[in-house]
Nanobody, 122 residues
Framework: QVQLVESGGGLVQPGGSLRLSCAAS????????MAWYRQAPGKQRELVAI???????RYADFVKGRFTISRDNGKNTVYLQMNSLKPEDTAVYYC????????????????WGQGTQVTVSS
């Protein structure tokens, strides 16, 4: 099994910054991608940014130029630097990893963190 633990959420004023972290632990063979999703009240969960092991990165249009996803493969950790935050960025942010384990034997699965609340308000 793979466990994901997020940290770094909180309350910030519009225009401010936050940095989210997500550390993966457990018996991991490979992590093929790590990503951040978010879910606002009454809305569906949506992709924010994704970082593939091969180095490719993709962002949702609504965060381009403001958010940066990065990854420390040695620590199995992914970060989300969020700048120029807006009230509409308020949501629970979830970490996601698509990973393989020795028990899965080449059949990777999606794993999710418990979520961290980000509130942008004056």
């Amino acid at each position: 099994q793979v466990q994901l633990v997020e940290s770094g959420g909180g309350l910030v004023q519009p225009g401010g910054s936050l940095r989210l972290s997500c550390a993966a632990s457990g018996t991991i063979s490979s992590i093929y991608r790590m990503a951040w999703y978010r879910q606002a009240p009454g809305k569906q969960r949506e992709l924010v940014a994704i970082n593939f092991a091969a180095g490719m990165i993709r962002y949702a249009d609504f965060v381009k130029g403001r958010f940066t996803i990065s990854r420390d493969n040695g620590k199995n950790t992914v970060y989300l630097q969020m700048n120029s935050l807006k009230p509409e960025d308020t949501a629970v942010y979830y970490c996601n990893a698509y990973a393989d384990t020795p028990a899965a034997r080449g059949r990777p699965s999606d794993y999710w963190g418990q979520g961290t609340q980000v509130t942008v308000s004056s």
